[in-house]
């Protein structure tokens, strides 16, 4: 997705007439079906006529021109791309990251600067880094610049910056990025002009321009996958943007922490679904194991943290653990330098179980329990994740704890879209639709890259799914919100299949308990990684934490939407859950987020089939 393409020519022209802007924000409605905010249509006026200029003094005008580039299979979008080919008749495409920055001061993150940037001072990626990732992703998953068919350049263009050596953004200890991925200030025209005319001066840039828009993408890497690359030392998933804010802030931070002995640090890290919580989470445990920190990872999920310890290894393993790992009070006061949280919407009020004995209860909230082991503590939750009574985890108790020890609280909010195809626009969609939370996006528009589809019957909805699924390749389940029983496997360890629509029937995944299972029948902790989790329905609690590349979902009769009444009605008789459903008040927001987490577990689709009539002309009145 783009929201402008054109030749150089045209591009000039439209800014000469200042209607550049006005066509960008016409078209980013069209795509969102909501309105830019005023300051980023600013900047489009501002920061692209300075682009303009630049070409046409260089008399740049048979070059294609970009504008508003959305990086395949997430939400970021690089500001500019000019292709054209060099006197070789080598085709290439330069990006061109535009910055309205006039001040910039140094950081203590790696690869970071601060700058004043949406009201406040922040730390934000030095430019180079910043467009030298999107060029490795683009190198990593566009078959046009992965092949070689066009060769991709990057650099930065700060307008409204002087030239200054001694600024913090030409400091020696960015110039191997400098190198690779030069930045050119206000006064530096003539030197952008010149990088950019070396490689696409020879023009045909919309020919170039037309490969580029016809190039396929590779399938995205997935999460599991990428875990033992890390832990490996070979990391091959590229952070973005604020993901490597988050990142480089956390590694300075764990790296200082020996100067504040008796000062704890926080991070808070919130980011909806698909926004790359985990794969930050297992980046920084990977990174700070090779820097020899003594580093945690926990998390409430068992199927997640089992899945992650499968990979790593035996060995590996005793990294990863669970929320309650301190719940006998135990371990030693910042024995960890640093401990990452993931899934911590998931944390409970307290470690001890109904059964702990007495001695080893702490009496200590779970949170507590867990900052007092580290010397810096790093959440990542989702408010809208909670799907259980006695789930706790929210933004609002980490801010507290902080505020409660005298920790330094850093907050971060993760908005790039890595699932769905990148399309921010669907999980915005979902959550307006379930009444989570109010959103721009009332209406879906079924042209976005994003495969939404309402099936009529069950068989075609597992047939769709079972087509998409390629074991090695392409991933797909099934999912369903809790309304059936869930048996223990009969003696020759084959699954009942419980799960029953009609004449259709399917087994649940296997219980956490099940013990010896048919062959080639998933444990339960494995059902989301293993293949043979094809032919049993997941719930919520063995595919949240997941993602697949398609995601069927049954949508049962425990939530509902009522037309007389004009609002979502949860039926506590309709479900199987025997926690949730005696959650009382709390039933329907749990029921929700529920369906708000296995309706976002796809990256490039979801097949939805209802079983309440209602409900299910209430989602297609929202299609537009």
Not at 140 to 164: I, P, Q
């Amino acid at each position: 997705m783009q929201l402008y393409i054109g030749s150089s020519r045209e591009f000039i022209d439209d800014s000469t007439r200042n209607a550049i802007a006005g066509k960008l924000e016409k078209a980013f409605f069209q795509y969102y079906r909501y309105k830019p905010s005023l300051q980023e249509v600013q900047s489009w006026q501002n920061s692209l006529q300075h682009m303009s200029n630049a070409l046409n003094a260089g008399e740049l005008l048979a070059q294609g021109i970009i504008l508003e580039y959305q990086l395949p299979l997430t939400s970021r979008r690089l500001d500019c791309m000019v292709l054209g080919r060099d006197d070789k008749q080598t085709s290439n495409a330069v990006i061109v990251e535009l910055k309205q920055w006039g001040d910039v001061e140094e950081s203590d993150a790696e690869d970071c600067v601060v700058t004043y940037v949406a009201g406040r001072r922040r730390d934000v990626l030095h430019p180079s880094r910043q467009v030298g990732q999107y060029e490795q992703y683009l190198r990593d998953v566009h078959t046009v610049f992965s092949s070689g068919e066009v060769v991709l350049r990057s650099c930065s263009y700060l307008h409204n910056l002087r030239y200054d050596s001694s600024n913090e953004i030409f400091h020696g200890k960015h110039e191997k990025l400098l190198t690779f991925f030069p930045v050119f200030a206000g006064d530096q025209q003539k030197q952008l002009v010149e990088y950019v005319r070396v490689r696409v001066g020879r023009g045909d840039g919309e020919i170039v321009l037309d490969t580029v828009l016809a190039g396929k993408y590779k399938p995205s890497k997935k999460l599991l996958e990428h875990t033992a690359a890390v832990i490996k030392q070979q990391p091959t998933y590229v952070l973005l943007d604020t993901q490597q804010v988050v990142f480089s802030k956390v590694l300075a931070q764990v790296k200082g922490a020996a100067r504040r002995p008796k000062k704890k640090s926080v991070f808070l890290v919130q980011g909806g679904p698909g926004t790359g919580k985990s794969v930050i989470a297992l980046h920084l445990v990977g990174a700070l194991s090779g820097e020899g920190v003594n580093v945690l990872h926990a998390t409430g999920s068992k199927a997640f943290t089992e899945n992650i310890r499968r990979i790593v290894g035996t060995r590996a393993a005793a990294q990863f653990g669970y929320t309650h790992f301190n719940m006998r009070g135990d371990v030693l006061p910042n024995q960890f330098d640093a401990l990452i949280v993931d899934e911590a919407h998931r944390i409970r009020r307290i470690s001890s179980r109904r059964f702990t004995p007495s001695r080893h209860r702490t009496g200590r909230a779970q949170i507590e329990e867990m900052v007092a082991t580290s010397k810096v503590s790093v959440f990542f939750i989702d408010d809208l994740q909670v799907v259980r009574p006695g789930e706790v985890g929210s933004a609002q108790l980490v801010r507290d704890t902080a505020q409660q020890i005298g920790a330094e609280l850093f907050e971060y909010e993760l908005e790039a879209q890595f699932r769905c195809s990148g399309s921010e626009a669907f999980v915005a969609w979902i959550e307006n639709t379930l009444d989570v939370q109010r959103t721009a996006n009332v209406l879906w528009k079924n042209d976005d890259a994003f495969e939404f589809k309402i099936f009529e019957s069950v068989s075609a909805l597992e047939t769709a799914i079972r087509r998409k699924s390629e074991p090695g390749k392409v991933t797909a389940r099934l999912t369903a919100g809790f309304c059936w029983q869930w048996s223990d496997p009969r003696p020759d360890g084959s699954l009942v299949e419980d799960v029953q629509i009609g004449r259709w029937s399917m087994p649940w995944n296997a219980k956490p308990d099940a013990g010896r299972l048919s062959a080639g029948v998933p444990k339960s902790n494995f059902w989301a990684s293993d293949s043979g989790g094809l032919n049993q329905v997941g719930c919520v609690y063995t595919a949240q934490g997941f993602e697949f590349d398609y995601v069927g979902v049954f949508f049962c009769h425990d939530l509902r939407y009522e037309w007389d009444k004009n609002q979502w009605i949860g039926d506590q008789s309709e479900s199987e859950d025997s926690i949730v459903k005696r959650s009382g008040e709390q039933f329907v927001n749990l029921v929700k987020n529920t369906y708000r987490v296995l309706l976002t577990r796809g990256m490039k689709g979801c097949y939805v089939h209802f079983l309440d009539e209602g409900t299910k002309r209430f989602f297609l009145s929202r299609i537009e």
